[in-house]
């Protein structure tokens, strides 16, 4: 894992830690719609003691299905620009903050490879929405390098970088 320490007598990400504190200290809760990642950022923050306080909840939206059911995504935006897509991210992250009642919301979705990619979409392209109750909500596009894993990593570790950059300058 990168970025690691040693919190309270477990090993976590140094940015979930951050941003547990933050929010706790705040007395402000986070959701997350994952694809690409699986949980693999939720479980980032559930690492950190105290995640309890600050973590409303995350939906692990793997499939088109899901993405449109359960973070209303529109049909429209899958058929035309897909799931991997600025478009794409900005729904998942205001569904799963309307849906979990939070007070941000983050978003992940990609491809991870080692296929998967489409014309203009190279492995390792990733898309990350950021929301927040104030009516916030922007994508950032990335395209990281390495294997599956590593492009699932580097997505967490960078998701965890912007939401706390975008609640500290707040």
Known sequence: MSNCCEYDGVICNS????LVKLLSDRHLKIAFAESLTGGMLTSMLVDVPGSSSVLDGSVVS???DVKM??????????NSVGAVSAECA?????????LMLSDFAVSVTGIAGP???EPGKPVGTVFIGLADKSGFNKS?????EGNRTDVRKATCDKAMELILSHIENL
Do not use: C
Not at 15 to 18: K, Q, S
Not at 91 to 96: D, K, L
């Open 62 to 64: 793997y499939s088109n």
């Open 69 to 78: 059911s359960k973070l209303k995504v529109p049909e429209s935006v899958l």
């Open 140 to 144: 950032y596009r990335f395209v990281f």
């Open 115 to 117: 296929g998967g990619e």
């Open 90 to 98: 900005v729904y998942m992250a205001a569904g799963v903050l309307q």
């Open 15 to 18: 940015n979930a830690v951050r």
